[in-house]
Structure formats: C-alpha cells, structure tokens
C-alpha cells in the first residue's frame, strides 16, 4: 500500500521496518519507519516547516500531534519539552507502533501514543501540532479539526502546516469562520509553497 493511504487503518502491506536518519531537535538520530504510513522515507516538507517554529512550544502541559505518522512532529514536541506529555495520536495502526518504538528509541519517556478515542474526554493541551491529513478529504477533515482545535485550553495555541496549493488559505477562512467563538485563526509563515496557521484560543 502506498503513503497516499495512510489514513487507512490498517496497512495491506507487509510491516516491513527501516532504519532512516533525520534531525529531531536539533540531533542527528535513528528511526523506524515502513510502508503503509505518511511519508516513510523522510521528514516531508510540510512537517519540516512546521517543526522550525518548535521555538513556540510550550515548556510543560498537555501537548497534542493529531496524526502522528512515523513520530517527527511528537518527537520533536517531546525532546524539546521534556516537562510536557506529548499526544500522539493517529488511526493508522502501524504508525502508532512505529512512534512507540522510536520514542523508545531516543528516550523520550513523554510521548503517549494511543488512539484518539483513547485521550480522556476532558483533557484540554497547551499546544496542539500538527501536518493535518488533507487527503483525508475536506469533510473528514474539518471533522477532525472541529474535534481536537476546541480543546485547546484559554490562552493556548495550535499551529498546522498545510499546502498552499491543496486549501491552506481556504481552509484558512473555513476556520475562522467555524470554530467557536473566542478562536482566532492567523497566518505566521508561508515557506516553500506552505503556509503556517495558528489557532489560538483567547478564552
């Protein structure tokens, strides 16, 4: 199965792991990846732009990644803020086992990867980061979105890295205009055909 159907569940292909070297905070590492999952064979474009605002990352709380993939975003929320719990969260099944390992792999004790119907119903984060899966389709998409942005708590922040070409600037005025009142959506960056968006709760 292709990285387009990462969204799936569960992977057709064979779960056959891969080392790969990146750079999480800063650090030459070592990670896992394989098939069947968002962008197996580095860290993609988008996500790289998102993670060169890490300087915005709040020092503890509750810290959400909604789609995890292979671990980039959780593991560099996670290195960064060593006080904070990092949640990391996706559907497909192989890139929840892949984030477990990696964050194993490097030490960071902070990372919960679980399932989104497993984070408690009242948890509210202090930041949530995510490259939010596009291809999912508009309608799942703002689904997701309208689940997670809302329970940022007063005063936090969320920032998401979309293309420009695939709605990044629609998709902004879609947030503005839905999510509830006190929620405010800005442009922070556009880099290598990406935007940056931060919601913020003002409480």
Avoid at 65 to 71: A, H, I, P, T
Avoid at 83 to 100: K, P
Avoid at 121 to 146: D, Y
Avoid at 167 to 194: C, M, N, Q, Y
Wanted: hydrophobic share 40%.
């Amino acid at each position: 199965m292709s990285s387009e159907h990462y969204f799936s569940e569960t992977p057709g292909s064979d779960f056959k792991p891969k080392e790969i070297n990146v750079e999480i905070n800063g650090l030459a590492v070592s990670v896992e990846t394989a098939g069947g999952i968002f962008s197996p064979d580095h860290i993609d474009q988008g996500t790289a732009v998102l993670l060169e605002h890490l300087d915005k990352v709040p020092p503890g709380g509750n810290l959400l990644d909604v789609g995890c993939g292979w671990g980039p975003i959780a593991l560099s929320l996670a290195s960064r803020a060593p006080h904070a719990t990092v949640w990391a969260i996706d559907v497909n099944e192989r890139s929840l086992e892949l984030t477990r390992r990696n964050a194993a792999r490097l030490g960071l004790t902070n990372v919960h990867v679980c399932r989104p119907d497993e984070i408690p119903a009242n948890l509210e984060f202090e930041g949530i980061w995510s490259n939010p899966p596009i291809r999912v389709g508009k309608v799942e998409l703002h689904s997701i979105l309208q689940t997670w942005l809302p329970r940022l708590a007063d005063g936090a922040e969320s920032y998401l890295v979309v293309q420009k070409n695939l709605g990044a600037d629609s998709l902004h005025r879609w947030l503005e205009a839905e999510l509830p009142a006190g929620f405010k959506t800005i442009r922070v960056d556009t880099a290598k055909s990406f935007r940056i968006l931060r919601v913020k709760n003002r409480g």
